[in-house]
């Protein structure tokens, strides 16, 4: 019963609209608005974290013990400073045997060359076999190759000693610094790292990652804005210097890195630091718009003020405006949108005014919609409508 009674309601409310739209109390106030010349942006956010733009890992290349340390967590350093050194004891002895191991190859050498020159004279005079003679030269051979052979080892252990002492690669600032003196570290299979190192502290990128949904509106060059949570009230300001094509995926979650650039001058922005980014994909300044609500409006013959007629448009896309008691079109074609105001391109002229909405009686024009047909077959029927389900008419 509850259900009818609203249902009756909503009947005489449209009826009393209906009645209205006949010039019965009635009234119609158009709201217009002036096109103009704006900004229209779009923006998609994202979080990230704040890296160096060259951050270098120092390692070594051969084992043993740290010796000394020169610098420290936030030290700053030059290309070609000498930052550690590693114990050199083994690393020298090696360099002593391969030495002497050098001098036994090269005397070996000097014998067997000699040896081969007096069998070569003897030979010349054939006074030894042609064998003798051969094996002369093979044994010459064979030492002048193992001490060629032997002054690689020596520059091999030489270049290993050199190692022991570790420099800067590039000036920078050690960001950190994983060993300490008296550690033994074991260069096998990988590399050790020792130090990081950041190059440029005040040129900074955040490495963002932007939604698939999102990523196909991002291009190189678009302005970003950032905020970090340890300075909230300050604004950064960069612009996207690369998207990277690798996907990653995470919880069914695809995403995709994008490189921002961040100038770091006064040293607030810290390795590490997350970044909430704004990524700018669409910025139009001083381009002439209106507001979506005066595209979206159309005029109704049943919610129009009394007197006025409707011109019909020549375009799918119009700006409505009120000549007299003649509703008239602009035909217009429309650029980029933000969903609050979107570009005129063409069709109307900057300071004209456009309608955006119609108001009756100080409510919007939209008429309430009747609700569906309850198919309760014990709900009453208004009178004169046959009810399928009973099969006869309700009085």
Same mark, same amino acid.
């Given at each position: 019963?509850?259900?009818? *009674? !609203?249902? #009756?309601?909503?009947?005489?409310?449209?009826?009393?609209?209906?009645?209205?739209?006949?010039?019965?109390?009635?009234?119609?106030?158009?709201?217009?608005?002036? $096109?103009?010349?704006?900004?229209?942006?779009?923006?998609?956010?994202?979080?990230?974290?704040?890296?160096?733009? #060259?951050?270098?890992?120092?390692?070594?290349? $051969?084992?043993?013990?740290?010796?000394?340390?020169?610098?420290?967590?936030?030290?700053?350093?030059?290309?070609?400073?000498?930052?550690?050194? %590693?114990?050199?004891?083994?690393? @020298?002895?090696?360099?002593?045997?391969?030495?002497?191991?050098?001098?036994?190859? @090269?005397?070996?050498?000097?014998?067997?060359?000699?040896?081969?020159?007096?069998?070569?004279?003897?030979?010349?005079?054939?006074?030894?076999?042609?064998?003798?003679?051969?094996?002369?030269? %093979?044994?010459?051979?064979?030492?002048?190759?193992?001490?060629?052979?032997? @002054?690689?080892?020596?520059?091999?252990?030489?270049?290993?000693?050199?190692?022991?002492?570790?420099?800067? &690669?590039?000036?920078?600032?050690?960001?950190?610094?994983?060993?300490?003196?008296? !550690?033994?570290?074991?260069?096998?299979?990988? #590399? &050790?790292?020792?130090?990081?190192?950041? !190059?440029?502290?005040?040129?900074?990128?955040? *490495?963002?990652?932007?939604?698939?949904?999102?990523? +196909?509106?991002?291009?190189?060059?678009?302005? $970003?804005?950032?905020?970090?949570?340890?300075?909230?009230?300050?604004?950064?300001?960069?612009?996207?210097? !690369?998207?990277?094509?690798?996907?990653?995926?995470?919880?069914?979650?695809?995403?995709?890195?994008?490189?921002?650039?961040? &100038?770091?001058?006064?040293?607030?922005?810290?390795?590490? %630091?997350?970044?909430?980014?704004?990524?700018?994909?669409?910025?139009?300044?001083?381009?002439?718009?209106?507001?979506?609500?005066?595209?979206?409006?159309?005029?109704?013959?049943?919610?129009?003020?009394? +007197?006025?007629?409707?011109?019909?448009?020549?375009?799918?896309?119009?700006?409505?405006?009120?000549?007299?008691?003649?509703?008239?079109?602009?035909?217009?074609?429309?650029?980029?949108?933000?969903?609050?105001?979107?570009?005129?391109?063409?069709?109307?002229?900057?300071?004209?005014? $456009?309608?955006?909405?119609?108001?009756?009686?100080?409510?919007?024009?939209?008429?309430?919609?009747?609700?569906?047909?309850?198919?309760?077959?014990?709900?009453?029927?208004?009178?004169?409508?046959?009810?399928?389900?009973?099969?006869?008419?309700?009085?």
């Amino acid at each position: 019963m509850k259900t009818s *009674i !609203q249902t #009756t309601a909503l009947g005489l409310l449209c009826c009393a609209l209906l009645a209205s739209c006949g010039g019965k109390d009635y009234k119609v106030t158009y709201s217009t608005e002036q $096109v103009h010349k704006g900004d229209i942006s779009t923006s998609i956010t994202a979080t990230g974290t704040i890296e160096p733009v #060259t951050e270098v890992e120092v390692g070594t290349q $051969v084992s043993g013990i740290i010796d000394k340390i020169y610098v420290d967590f936030n030290s700053e350093v030059k290309k070609g400073q000498l930052i550690a050194e %590693l114990d050199k004891t083994n690393l @020298k002895s090696r360099l002593a045997s391969a030495n002497a191991q050098l001098t036994s190859a @090269k005397n070996e050498m000097e014998y067997q060359r000699n040896n081969f020159n007096r069998m070569k004279e003897l030979h010349d005079k054939q006074y030894i076999s042609d064998d003798e003679f051969e094996s002369a030269r %093979l044994s010459y051979d064979k030492a002048r190759i193992s001490y060629d052979s032997q @002054k690689l080892s020596v520059q091999e252990a030489q270049t290993n000693l050199s190692y022991a002492y570790i420099y800067s &690669p590039i000036d920078g600032v050690i960001l950190s610094r994983e060993v300490e003196e008296g !550690q033994t570290v074991a260069a096998s299979m990988t #590399t &050790p790292t020792l130090f990081t190192i950041a !190059q440029d502290l005040t040129d900074m990128r955040v *490495i963002a990652d932007v939604d698939e949904a999102d990523i +196909g509106g991002v291009k190189a060059g678009q302005r $970003v804005s950032f905020a970090v949570d340890a300075f909230p009230n300050d604004k950064f300001e960069g612009h996207v210097t !690369q998207v990277r094509q690798q996907a990653t995926t995470s919880s069914n979650v695809v995403t995709y890195q994008v490189v921002i650039s961040a &100038p770091n001058p006064d040293l607030k922005l810290m390795p590490g %630091l997350t970044a909430n980014v704004e990524i700018f994909t669409l910025e139009l300044q001083d381009v002439l718009c209106v507001s979506a609500k005066a595209l979206r409006y159309m005029p109704r013959e049943t919610a129009l003020m009394k +007197g006025d007629v409707i011109e019909p448009p020549h375009s799918r896309t119009n700006l409505w405006y009120r000549d007299g008691t003649t509703l008239k079109a602009y035909p217009v074609q429309t650029g980029a949108s933000n969903g609050v105001f979107t570009q005129i391109i063409s069709g109307v002229d900057e300071g004209q005014e $456009v309608i955006n909405e119609a108001v009756i009686n100080g409510g919007v024009t939209q008429m309430p919609q009747m609700p569906e047909q309850n198919n309760n077959p014990f709900m009453p029927g208004p009178p004169g409508r046959r009810n399928n389900n009973s099969g006869g008419n309700r009085r």
